[in-house]
């Protein structure tokens, strides 16, 4: 079985660019979380997809933040401009409930 | 809004030791708890899972044991190995939502 896809791995952009991250997650797996991890923190999360339906996003800092999962699949993340704060690694997850969460590679970003 | 945490923060230890990671959490009504290791630079692999209805799961040197009534769960690694060394994070799912602690960086020492 196929685990969570991410991609690009790594990303260094400057301040005030723009990037995007892509997750496809375990197939048949409804809910596809998005999750903010700074070093030496656990993982925050940003937000929280059933479906194609936005079930938690809170915690999105919607000013420059947004994500999307069209079909019900795969998910885009982006964050436009960016800021030397957001410099951290994005994991995607995702889940079919009580099993638990599985989790991608992550994408580290580092922002200059 | 479930609070996790973990103790200690970090942990060294020589190689063939026995140990135990902690995880508390301040609310009780979980359904499930499950146990990750990061190593540096990489995703959430995950270890082991407990279902609230379980007290404990095991898997090769690892054991997890869930007391939901006290808001705890432990991790017991087994005569640790070199290759353990990694952060240690534990999420209890509340409802549809998944709570982290902030994680145990363990170092087994050669």
């Known amino acids: 079985e196929a685990g969570v896809a991410q991609s690009p791995r790594y990303k260094i952009i400057e301040k005030r660019q723009s990037v995007a991250f892509w997750c496809n997650p375990i197939?048949?797996?409804?809910?596809l979380y998005w999750y903010q991890q700074i070093l030496g923190q656990g993982p925050k999360l940003l937000i929280q997809?059933?479906?194609?339906?936005?079930?938690?996003d809170s915690q999105l800092p919607k000013d420059r933040f947004s994500a999307e999962r069209l079909k019900g699949v795969d998910s885009t993340l982006k964050i436009q401009p960016a800021k030397l704060e957001d410099s951290a690694v994005y994991l995607c997850?995702?889940?079919?409930?009580?099993?638990?969460?599985?989790f991608g590679e992550g994408s580290r970003l580092t922002v200059l | 809004k479930q609070e996790v945490t973990q103790i200690p923060a970090a942990l060294s230890v020589p190689e063939g030791e026995n140990l135990v990671l902690n995880c508390s959490f301040t609310?009780?009504?979980?359904?499930?708890l499950q146990w990750f290791r990061q190593d540096p630079g990489k995703g959430l692999t995950s270890l082991l899972l407990?279902?609230?209805?379980?007290r404990e799961q095991t898997s090769g040197r690892l054991n997890a044991s869930l007391d939901k009534s006290s808001g705890r769960s432990t991790l017991y690694i087994a005569a640790s190995q070199p290759g353990d060394s990694a952060t240690y994070l534990c999420?209890?799912?509340?409802?549809?939502?998944?709570?982290f602690g902030t994680g145990t960086s363990l170092t087994v020492i050669p």
């Open positions: 997850a995702s889940s079919l409930g009580t099993p638990g969460l599985f």
């Open positions: 197939s048949g797996h409804a809910t």
């Open positions: 997809f059933q479906n194609n339906g936005v079930v938690d």
């Open positions: 609310d009780s009504a979980i359904y499930n």
């Open positions: 407990i279902q609230s209805s379980q």
């Open positions: 999420a209890v799912m509340d409802g549809n939502q998944f709570y």
